[in-house]
């Protein structure tokens, strides 16, 4: 009795520890969620998500995120959250995307229909770790693994569980490739992305000859090439710690240094000694009727107190609701194989003249200057949506979802060329023999004779952007298209002196 007593109690606990979920593990057969790269995620970063539902009805997905943190008392109860829709039906039905993860204190989620819940779960707080990844497919990871510091977040993973989607890839640092069967469309993603994609062995390793033909033509007998806002290197696992130094952009800190500066400071400010003056003013002429007036110096007083709350109502009403202003930037590193791709990055400000509840048609990260209320809800976002409330004259800042366009424009160190269809002013290079503006780029045109003075005066714009230009690695170049500012990064620059590198 006491045996059996025992083994139920032993497949109690099986069961029970199978309906207990962590990313990436399943939690029912029909049901599965997955975060991150086998079940790492990267907080402060854009993540892949995968659901997966089996003869399940359709549902809705909610995150949950307590971004509260224990150092401020208003703040503990801060919730950021993601929502969206799953299809379902007989059969096996995927939801895939990238959302942006913050650092969290606590993270819940449920899969639920309008009568029930279909899955739960919770991911542990030492999972919250906003240190990059290192992505590795090979056979071998234990060999690789010691090319990294010792404190580097490794994943292992199978050539089919990378993603093709360059947002996925927003927290990744490198890649190493020691497998037939990667994708080259993984790879290309994940350079367009700013990731180092390092290729291994390739001269000894049995690469099929598409593989090796195109990145043959990607690194045209380079070690290293850029692509887009990332690195295709060919290296051996001796040599990988060399190219894991490759130096990487802070795409964070570019797309904050996008900011407009003077709608940035914007504040609604009313001198203090109107607001005395006019306080003593009134109270005077209030005491003034109340007092001679009598009844009728009272019935006047509150009348004047109505009209005043008038006049002061349309005064300082703002003209309009919302300021909202963008500034975007493509940045690209030439042309390397045929393959002309580029990363937009993308900000937005907002400046509430009234307390409201944005709903914008866009995707975005929490802003970066968060209210200081006690607001219960300060970010919800779905699949292509996110809901901002906004306190009055409160001033946010949101950063787009990256996304991979094409080049616009492109340099490799000689010449620059103009790849888009429209004329490019205040082409300016920051650093190196050509430092300096140069003559405007009409579409389609290619500028190979630069002038080698330096110390030409910046742009007015660029003066204004102090805080983006100090970010540029050296010898890039700066151009611009109405509000839109374009980035070549010189394919040759290996070190630049001036660059701001994420830590890996």
Do not use: C
């Not at 739960?120 to 090319?147: F, K, Y």
């Not at 497998?179 to 993984?186: I, W």
């Amino acid at each position: 009795m006491r045996v059996a007593k025992y083994s139920f109690n032993l497949i109690l606990l099986l069961i029970t520890s199978l309906g207990m979920t962590q990313a990436g593990i399943t939690q029912e057969r029909e049901i599965r969620l997955e975060l991150g790269f086998s079940g790492e995620m990267v907080a402060g970063a854009w993540n892949p998500i995968k659901v997966t539902l089996r003869d399940q009805p359709s549902a809705t997905l909610n995150i949950d995120f307590d971004i509260g943190r224990l150092q401020s008392v208003e703040n503990t109860n801060t919730i950021a959250s993601y929502s969206t829709e799953l299809r379902g039906g007989s059969g096996v039905s995927i939801f895939e995307d990238d959302i942006y993860i913050p650092l969290w204190r606590t993270l819940v989620w449920t899969i639920q229909t309008p009568e029930t819940v279909l899955a739960s779960g919770s991911l542990e707080r030492r999972l919250s770790d906003a240190r990059p990844l290192h992505l590795m497919v090979t056979d071998n990871p234990r060999l690789i693994r010691n090319q990294y510091p010792e404190d580097s977040r490794t994943v292992s993973l199978l050539a089919t569980e990378l993603s093709q989607r360059p947002t996925s890839y927003e927290g990744v640092a490198s890649l190493a490739i020691d497998d037939r069967f990667v994708n080259q469309r993984s790879i290309i993603a994940a350079a367009s992305a700013g990731v180092t994609v390092a290729v291994l062995n390739k001269d000894t390793n049995d690469y099929d000859a598409d593989f090796l033909n195109f990145l043959d033509a990607t690194l045209a007998a380079k070690p290293q090439q850029r692509l887009a806002t990332g690195w295709i290197a060919s290296t051996t696992v001796e040599d990988l710690s060399k190219t894991l130094s490759l130096p990487r952009l802070n795409k964070t800190m570019l797309g904050q240094s996008l900011a407009d500066r003077t709608l940035a400071e914007r504040k609604f400010v009313v001198r203090p000694q109107f607001v005395y003056l006019a306080m003593i003013l009134y109270l005077i002429a209030i005491l003034l009727l109340v007092f001679f007036g009598r009844v009728p110096g009272f019935v006047t007083a509150i009348t004047l107190s109505l009209l005043m709350a008038v006049i002061a109502g349309i005064l300082l009403a703002p003209s309009e609701g919302l300021i909202q202003r963008s500034r975007s930037m493509v940045i690209n590193s030439g042309n390397s194989g045929g393959i002309a791709l580029a990363q937009r990055l993308e900000l937005i400000q907002l400046l509430s003249q009234s307390a409201e509840s944005l709903e914008l048609p866009l995707q975005a990260h929490p802003p970066l200057k968060l209210s200081s209320g006690n607001s219960q809800t300060i970010w919800q976002a779905t699949s292509d949506t996110i809901t901002l409330p906004m306190e009055r004259w409160q001033n946010s800042q949101l950063i787009l979802k990256p996304v991979v366009v094409e080049a616009t424009l492109s340099w490799d160190g000689k010449t620059l060329t103009n790849l888009s269809a429209q004329d490019l002013g205040d082409v300016y290079i920051f650093g190196g023999p050509f430092a300096g503006r140069q003559a405007p780029l009409r579409k389609n045109q290619s500028l190979s004779s630069l002038s080698s003075e330096k110390n030409l005066e910046l742009p007015e714009l660029y003066k204004e952007l102090e805080a983006l230009t100090k970010q540029l690695p050296e010898a890039s170049v700066l151009a611009r298209s109405g509000g839109q500012l374009h980035l070549a990064l010189d394919p040759e620059n290996l070190a630049p002196e001036n660059l701001d590198p994420e830590n890996f």
